[in-house]
């Protein structure tokens, strides 16, 4: 259990995904109670924008024990405008690109939960 | 302020030595050291100790006390953790130490036990380097990690993998007569683009090895060494340090490492030099897209003109800044905790003239050391001057 990121996992999961802002307009994940970027403690939930764009990914040969039945998996940073997100992608590595639009979602199940991205 | 003199350094080989504890590691580097400097184990008054992994890869926390006595020393010891740059922590805080007269006599160092491990468990524990709720969990690797870097790179600036399997190929080349390297070995473009991708575009030739080894160094005040006749003419001048967000996707941007920026910034600027200055570097090259982004971060190259330093010979060792005479970690081996340390004892060496690769830096005066932990979220910046 980690309180905080449970609840950003559920939430994503169901569609209600949401990130931290602070009054700056600066995004950030949770659990916090100040933003990272300016130190701001007034955040307030704000709901994750439907789509975010792949700023860098790589194809993982090599995993963790955890994503060994996964490789060769996609893992990417999206950014969803005012916060990016790290997750793997759902799609075929020799058909994703910088630049492309992605949804954020959940995959796995209990304790291995984690954000994935699927091509819109 | 007077600045402290590097009085010994020692080092194991790097390599896979699976069945030797960090204790015994340590003992080899920190007797080394201590015999180099001829300094007596009874005049050291603290051990400054860097390790990354200890409860993964052999069930062993507190390991500062572990390694005092390790090598004979009766004094406070303390273990540093900044991931890959927890011994240019260790570095940093024995400096200043010395410098502000707490101190006389210092051991710093570090040591990792790794190859015990296979290679999915050394994957899973290097990987803690990065956060585990968001970054961990979501099937980032610590190679990963870096290829999302170099492919941020190449997009913002182009660049290709040959650019990169140069660099492997520099520092392969300049491990050869290293006794300490893990890798003594010359390889060749071709050979590095063959490799299997670890995560692509970094392949097996882009990453440094997994490793064992121990690193140590003797710092002393420069009244101890006059008192004692020490022949020490080595001194660290600057030292830096820098940090950043812990993960990636809470940069600014990918392709940049201001903690390495901001920690040379401070290191040249408290030694007073430029990068102009600068004769000799050893900087993290975990994988070759690091050493590309340690020397644009510390301002040796814009943005997005380094790549292309090794292909062109200027960071090669006859080139105009030669770049990990060592070998590096890419080819020397990165035993985590001992690789900052360890970047102090290659450049002490070439400063004096000892070392392998003297030859090629006979007038060398002014050396930089660049330690980076996990993404470059902390880096240490150290600079060491001649000073007879």
């Known amino acids: ?120 | 302020m007077i600045d402290p003199r590097v009085a010994g350094v020692g080092l194991t080989h790097f390599g896979s030595h699976p069945a030797r504890t960090s204790r015994d590691l340590f003992a080899e580097a920190g007797l080394a050291a201590l015999d180099d400097a001829g300094v007596d184990p009874a005049d050291v008054e603290g051990v400054f100790y860097g390790n990354f992994m200890g409860e993964i890869a052999e069930h062993q926390g507190h390991q500062g006390p572990l390694m005092a006595e390790a090598i004979g020393v009766d004094a406070p010891a303390t273990r540093y953790e900044s991931a890959c740059a927890s011994s240019g922590a260790a570095l940093r805080q024995a400096v200043q130490n010395v410098r502000n007269g707490e101190a006389d006599v210092l051991v710093v160092g570090g040591a990792e036990r790794m190859t015990n491990l296979d290679t999915a468990e050394t994957t899973e524990a290097l990987a803690i380097a990065a956060d585990d709720l968001y970054e961990v969990r979501a099937g980032l690797t610590f190679p990963g990690a870096y290829a999302l870097m170099a492919a941020a790179y190449f997009d913002e600036y182009g660049g290709e993998r040959e650019d990169l399997a140069e660099i492997a190929v520099k520092n392969h080349a300049n491990a050869v007569g290293n006794e300490h390297a893990q890798f003594q070995r010359e390889i060749t473009v071709e050979d590095a683009l063959d490799a299997p991708m670890v995560a692509d575009p970094l392949g097996l030739y882009d990453a440094c090895p997994i490793t064992d080894g121990a690193s140590a160094a003797v710092l002393v005040s420069e009244s101890y060494a006059d008192e004692h006749d020490l022949d020490a003419g080595v001194a660290v001048t600057g030292t830096g340090q820098g940090g950043d967000k812990m993960a990636l996707h809470d940069r600014d941007a990918l392709a940049h490492t201001p903690a390495a920026s901001d920690a040379a910034d401070e290191a040249f600027a408290d030694a007073g030099i430029g990068t102009e200055d600068v004769d000799v570097a050893e900087v993290h090259d975990c994988f070759t897209i690091a050493e590309v982004l340690a020397l644009e971060g510390m301002g040796f190259f814009d943005a997005g003109e380094g790549i292309r330093a090794a292909a062109e010979g200027v960071t090669t060792r006859d080139g105009d800044l030669p770049v990990n005479l060592s070998g590096g970690l890419k080819a020397k081996g990165h035993p985590v905790g001992a690789t900052g340390v360890s970047q102090l004892a290659e450049l002490t060496k070439l400063l004096r003239g000892d070392h392998h690769n003297s030859e090629h830096v006979s007038d060398a005066r002014v050396g930089v050391a660049h330690n980076a932990g996990g993404t470059v979220a902390s880096a240490t910046v150290h600079v060491l001057e001649i000073q007879e």
């Not at chain 1, 449970?6 to 802002?21: I, N, Q, W």
């Not at chain 1, 109670?33 to 789509?51: F, I, K, N, S, W």
């Open chain 1, 1 to 120: 259990m980690n309180d905080g990121h449970d609840e950003f996992l559920d939430a994503l999961e169901s569609g209600d995904g949401y990130y931290l802002e602070c009054t700056d307009g600066h995004g950030s994940l949770p659990p916090r109670v100040v933003c990272p970027h300016c130190g701001d403690r007034d955040l307030t939930e704000t709901a994750l924008p439907d789509t975010g764009s792949i700023d860098s990914y790589t194809v993982v040969h090599v995993p963790t024990p955890a994503f060994a039945d996964e490789a060769p998996y996609v893992t990417a940073v999206a950014d969803f405008g005012p916060v990016r997100l790290t997750g793997r992608v759902l799609a075929d590595e020799e058909s994703v690109e910088i630049g492309d639009e992605v949804s954020a979602s959940v995959g796995g199940a209990d304790e291995s939960r984690s954000v994935v991205f699927e091509p819109r």
